[in-house]
């Protein structure tokens, strides 16, 4: 059975700025370690790990609204900097825009049964929206308009 995960995407204001901060920690990752890839280092280890590899994937809500999701290719024990253990969801590097779909703030990351994800944008939508400026976008979404 499917199982995605929900995240807050703090400090980004796009999509657009998502894909662009990710671009440059993939190019540190790759020069500090070795390796292209983009994760997100997480406290709490997923108890549903197997689910969420069979398909899943991390919807991001940027400004109030999950507008993208990235497919989850693996998790990964770590340690931080500090020394306290925690989690990296490794994600595949393509972002996919979904039918904006409003979400209020919420610490930490959520569960998101499949049936309650937002469908993916077709790719002649997913153009028309991406020429949106992405306040307006926000707005939208916000009255269900898009």
């Known amino acids: 059975m499917t199982l995605h995960i929900v995240k807050l995407s703090v400090g980004t204001d796009s999509v657009e700025d998502l894909a662009q901060w990710q671009k440059g920690r993939r190019a540190f990752n790759k ?6 890839e983009n994760f997100h280092t997480t406290r ?12 899943g994937s991390i919807y991001w809500v940027i400004k109030g609204v ?37 979400r ?29 400026p992405p306040e307006m976008r926000r707005q939208l979404a916000e009255l269900c308009l898009i």
């Open 31 to 36: 020069e500090n370690s070795g390796r292209a």
């Open 44 to 55: 709490m280890v997923p108890k549903r790990q197997d689910d969420v590899l069979d398909g």
């Open 66 to 102: 999950i507008q993208c999701r990235q497919r989850i290719i693996g998790f990964r024990d770590a340690t931080r900097a500090d020394g306290t253990r925690c989690c990296q969801i490794l994600l595949d590097p393509e972002l996919h825009l979904v039918r904006p779909t409003p």
């Open 104 to 132: 209020r703030a919420f610490q930490g990351w959520r569960y998101l049964e499949a049936d309650d994800a937002p469908a993916d944008l077709d790719t002649v939508m997913a153009g028309r929206i991406e020429r949106i």
